[in-house]
């Protein structure tokens, strides 16, 4: 593992609603990187159930209820388009070492996201294991083959989705700080389930 000292680890999600998993993310990520910038998009391979605005409150929740100082929601980076989350980044951090983190649910997909190449230019990349969604070999070298510097995390993400909870409440997977808010605007048809 490299030094991270002057490293900023960015980790967006479509927080859809976040999950435990995201918690726990988030917080093993604070173990390995000096700053994390977290923030809510739009991903347009997905059909979102809440508003980005209240999926953004939802995660801004979460990251109180983290409450570490390394640790900050910036959601001016986001963007639909992991490339102009990047550009974003490199300007507002020019001397800072960028590492995008996906978790390994998405490692297939990146090659096919808009300028790919370019992305993984602009910043390392960090993949988290997620249980359920082990790391494929070809995986791997398809990214390396479009310039990816990749770091495998050495964290352990629990096995929760957001779309199971979409699909069926499964309100031990939503972190306690979470509940407020989902209670008050009816989300994710948890209201009924409490």
């Not at 998009?41 to 209240?54: D, G, Y």
């Not at 640790?71 to 963007?79: H, N, P, R």
Request: net charge neutral; with cysteine; aromatic share 6%.
């Amino acid at each position: 593992m490299s030094n991270h000292q002057g490293t900023i680890a960015l980790f967006g999600t479509s927080a859809d609603p976040p999950t435990c998993g995201h918690q726990a993310l988030i917080e093993g990520l604070l173990t390995v990187f000096p700053t994390v910038a977290t923030w809510a998009s739009n991903n347009p391979m997905k059909h979102h159930v809440a508003s980005l605005e209240k999926r953004q409150a939802l995660l801004a929740a979460l990251v109180k209820a983290i409450a570490n100082p390394q640790l900050e929601l910036i959601q001016e980076l986001s963007s639909p388009w992991a490339i102009n989350t990047l550009e974003l980044a490199a300007s507002r951090w020019p001397e800072s070492e960028l590492v995008f983190v996906v978790g390994s649910d998405l490692a297939g997909q990146i090659p096919r996201w808009k300028q790919a190449r370019a992305l993984l230019r602009l910043a390392r990349l960090a993949i988290a294991p997620r249980q359920g969604w082990p790391l494929q070999l070809q995986q791997l070298e398809a990214l390396e083959c479009l310039g990816a510097r990749i770091e495998l995390l050495p964290l352990q993400v629990p096995a929760t989705a957001s779309s199971e909870v979409r699909n069926q409440p499964k309100p031990a997977q939503i972190p306690a700080a979470l509940w407020p808010l989902l209670l008050k605007h009816n989300l994710y048809g948890l209201a009924t389930d409490t």
